[in-house]
């Protein structure tokens, strides 16, 4: 008899949801447990040991599941994971990196997700909460078995009427709260810092004490009604969303003015530095946007109270297919500084394309030492489609996510070929092994026939799809890459817009200089001119269209082996329809691509592939 | 005493609303010439004239309106008019050159206008029809006070449920219709060529007999509703929409059918001539849009009936700035022919940047006999904003395209002048003229900064507001430009895609050679090396830098001139912050394609200006 996973993603050996009346993480545990048959299992609560770690003990023919109050549901899920993949029990007492592994989901209360590209929320619906319960238990698995423990509900561009959540709609919010509460997830609330302003109060400055007094009672009105609450998530003075600069004061003003609201609950105020000029004239060539975030935030190091994270995207741009890491990771050294991750693959193919982003992760990881972060975050990729991703194979991204905000260390290959085993147990390890391999260069295509050499912002103007070489040129986004018939890029090294000089070395000279820097970055940091050669012999309009050939000529290939895996339905129908589409959209990157620099630059292919006039 | 003026554009000189009860055009003539003190005019019916025909003669101390029975209504309006402005009255027996002066709405029936610039929908709201009488009269007045006399009520893109139009709303229509019809306007309704397909009947197929009954049954009752119905107007196999392509039918096959269900009716069939590929390939050379509309109608001359008219933009594309005359209008001798023109101003500055359309239109006729057509349409620019066009100077193009469908000859001067002391009869003789002057510059200034020398298409994609160059290079449209570092434009001769050859002579030879193809249309139809001496002795480069670059200085002294103007309010407040708009449009227009025909030719400006890089 077919079980049916009621679970979808890598979770196909949990035939049966949580049951509703469950509210203790331990009993969640022992729910799960008693589901696999040939496992004996005990749990083994353990107050001495930190409430989110574990210990996985042989005793007698049972595996003892030994942990603090959270880390005995964590300790079955790995023993679970272990048990259905067949790899080793993990020794010793493990417990997460990072205390905070948060997702952050652009749920609008409308129902749709900004970036969002598995359907609509999958909480939200006519400007309310609106969803199945059992569901939400689902996700609740979901993300405690690869141990995320932080859900921040609602996007961070705040749109009425979710001011609401922390006001007329708090019962909402805490019956939401319940549901994931048992599987050791807690909430976060994006907050609108203009906030106090529709409330009666005439101002929004952080320093107005009728400001700080509103916040404070409002705090104690939310933290009553949801005592676990992790925080607040802010997006101030960016993209258009009020601020402190309203009002001449610093961020650290304003993030320590909500710190100190939410400090006696407890609470975590995450502050996005995500601010730059997004009305910029493209004439202005001595404005940098990657510069911006460095400029605005190191002078303010050591500024920030205790109970604020200030929430850092990995690079200076915006999620583009390759960045450099962010020079502010190395300059708050008194900072709680996170890491922001994009799950929704708003740049990355839009869960279309095929995007495993562990091998990003561990290039990110070789640069940015794990403890240069006290905690992780990442944009949802999740939905109310059936399959929860819009693509099958998008669930690797939070499931490594979770994997990789646990033990932060390099490891794309077994955290990928984890990710299959479990998802596809009944697929031949041949299979599964080739599966793993679409995955692990699945990211490399796409950059070869996307953005190879550091090239971004190429792309269709607000829906992020498609290639569009001047769309982003002549805009106010900051965005430029200044292609003319004779070079491209822009020097941002200290003889152009000085961004080199932000890094700490050996950064900055391996950046600095395009003999060392590597060839991923080269346009990201330098100006070169077409005939520019490479270390490997190669001029630059030469390896452009190269990788812009082989980048589809390896989507090709991606596509054939897909084909011929026996994936299981629907998943199949789901991923060869969705292949088509990638390689539609492959095509038109490389050939686009091509043609926009053949007809700057006049270059003809040295192997005389076509490139269209 | 300051009289309020209800209907605004240029008729200040009426000041109370045409009353609710009057019904005849004859009444309604009555009741406007009462309204002015000074006036002695007595009106004649004449059953002998056509009805739309009048003539005013001078008798004792009055003037007699002579006239059919919407002609002593135009004859009336032609009196007040000429009284107002003080210029002679019209002699002799005047009658409109065309019998259909029809203006196309893009209303939809949510409220949305198509392309729309002047606020929402006058009479839609909500799927239904949501209006003001006393508007919806005040447009009648506008309209006849200008000649025209067809309008049809919804978008040719018919969107569901405007397929109710003809269904269940027609009491609604019904109501709509009568409401204009003392103003001698006629309705007209889009529809959709499928809707029997939601009726029950199995397809659309224009062949099939069940088909055929389904429209012959409906017209039956649609002119029950309406008998002074003017027609259907239908966008077929075009941009999506349905029609006979889907059955393998010839657009006359489909054409024919509706005409027939509705003849018995006394009915006209107007069937928009705008099919091309809009799934284009940008890599295919072969096809060309330009050429689409010709190959598809030319072979087609002399197969639709009588009842039917094929209308036909001015131009091959889609009211570019700049286009050549539609060859399709010499191909087909043997076909009802109308003329559609775009008062919209979707390419043409969107009631934000002035446009004056007289001008165009003169330059039109030069190249197209009037008898070539036997009707007109133009596209509205009128929406639910208190004046009704967005930008008060856009009405000048509603007058004016009722005073060319009455009487196509070149007077744009003329005309302009006359609108202006209409409009603003307050105004010193001498501002009124530097107002006639901007406007009759407005389009010459517009073209040199967004599309000189026949550069069409470098406009942001779907806005259609502001420059990019490459916004619809690499689309599905057909409109491309293919510039790279030595050459722009496409070749549009027989050498190239043949495009010239569907003109009779001597179009095709003027058009065919650089050398007598107008400066205005020469990268229409030529692709040219920037180093290319044009007949002034410039190079092509120099020219579209030049070209730019004037275009900009010509908008700075029109706003300078517009400033000074003593323009009564709230034109003037509305104008000057358009103005104020339009000047930042002209400066991306100069810069952006200056600096990416620069970034491409590398050449520098002979005259040292300032060219972005």
Redesign the interface.
């Known amino acids: 008899m077919k079980t049916e996973n009621r679970t979808p993603a890598w979770l196909p050996f949990l035939p049966l949801d949580v049951p509703a009346e469950l509210t203790e993480p331990a009993q969640v545990a022992a729910f799960e447990l008693s589901q696999v048959e040939d496992l004996r299992a005990e749990l083994r609560p353990d107050p001495d040991l930190p409430e989110e770690a574990y210990e996985l003990l042989a005793e007698g023919g049972a595996t003892i599941v030994r942990g603090g109050r959270t880390g005995m549901l964590y300790g079955a899920y790995a023993l679970l994971a272990a048990h259905a993949a067949g790899t080793p029990l993990p020794t010793g007492v493990r417990k997460p990196f990072y205390p905070a592994r948060m997702i952050n989901c652009w749920d609008n209360m409308d129902g749709s997700v900004e970036r969002g590209y598995a359907g609509r929320s999958l909480w939200f619906e006519g400007e309310r909460f609106d969803y199945d319960p059992v569901r939400i238990r689902r996700l609740g698995r979901l993300l405690a078995s690869c141990g995320i423990n932080v859900l921040c509900v609602n996007n961070v561009n705040v749109h009425w009427p979710a001011q609401q959540l922390i006001d007329g709609m708090l019962p909402d919010l805490a019956a939401f709260a319940g549901l994931l509460r048992p599987f050791g997830v807690r909430l976060m609330v994006s907050v609108d810092f203009s906030q106090p302003m529709s409330d009666g109060v005439p101002t929004a400055d952080p320093l107005d004490s009728a400001v700080q007094a509103w916040w404070a009672a409002r705090a104690d009105r939310v933290w009553a009604a949801v005592p676990d609450l992790y925080g607040f998530l802010v997006k101030a003075d960016s993209e258009h969303r009020p601020g402190p600069f309203t009002y001449g004061r610093s961020h650290a003003e304003g993030a320590n003015m909500l710190a100190r609201a939410i400090a006696p609950h407890g609470g975590t105020l995450v502050w996005r530095a995500f601010v730059y000029n997004c009305m910029q004239d ?2 202005d ?1 001595k404005t940098d946007r990657p510069c911006a975030a460095y400029d605005t935030y190191a002078p303010l190091d050591g500024q920030f109270d205790g109970n604020v994270i200030l929430q850092v995207k990995n690079g200076p741009f915006d999620f583009q297919v390759r960045e450099p890491v962010s020079p502010t990771f190395f300059a708050m050294p008194r900072t709680n500084l996170a890491l922001e991750l994009q799950l929704a693959q708003e740049y990355t193919g839009q869960q279309i394309d095929l995007y495993a982003m562990p091998p990003m992760w561990d290039e990110l990881l070789a640069d940015l030492p794990p403890e240069r972060v006290c905690a992780v975050a990442a944009v949802s990729n999740l939905g109310r489609d059936e399959n929860l991703f819009g693509h099958p194979f998008a669930a690797l991204n939070l499931y490594a996510f979770g994997r990789y905000a646990w033990d932060p260390a390099p490891r794309a290959e077994t955290v990928i070929a984890a990710w299959v085993s479990l998802t596809y147990p009944g697929m031949p390890a041949e299979d599964r092994g080739r599966l793993a391999q679409i995955l692990l260069c699945s990211r490399h295509a796409y950059e070869l026939y996307n953005a190879p050499l550091g090239l971004c912002w190429m792309v269709s103007p607000n829906n992020h799809y498609g ?5 982003y040129e ?1 805009q106010a986004w900051g965005t430029y890459h ?5 070079a491209v890029g822009i020097d941002r090294t200290a003889a152009g817009t000085g961004y080199t000089e932000q890094y700490p070395e050996p950064l900055r000279s391996r950046y600095a200089d395009p003999a060392t820097c590597p060839d991923e970055l080269l346009l990201f940091f330098h100006r070169l001119r077409y005939d520019f050669v490479m270390r490997d012999g190669r001029t630059l309009i030469q390896r452009i269209y190269d990788d812009h050939f082989e980048g589809f000529a390896l989507t090709e290939k991606m596509a054939e082996t897909l084909r011929a895996l026996p994936l299981p339905e629907p998943d199949r129908a789901v991923a060869l329809a969705r292949m088509d589409l990638q390689l539609k959209n492959a095509r ?1 990157w490389c ?2 691509i091509n ?2 620099f ?5 270059a003809d292919d040295a192997h005389g592939r076509k490139i ?2």
């Open positions: 493209w004439r060539t290639p569009s070489p001047d769309g002549y200044k292609a003319n018939r004779d038109e050939d686009i043609t926009f053949r007809r700057l630059s006049g269209w006039d």
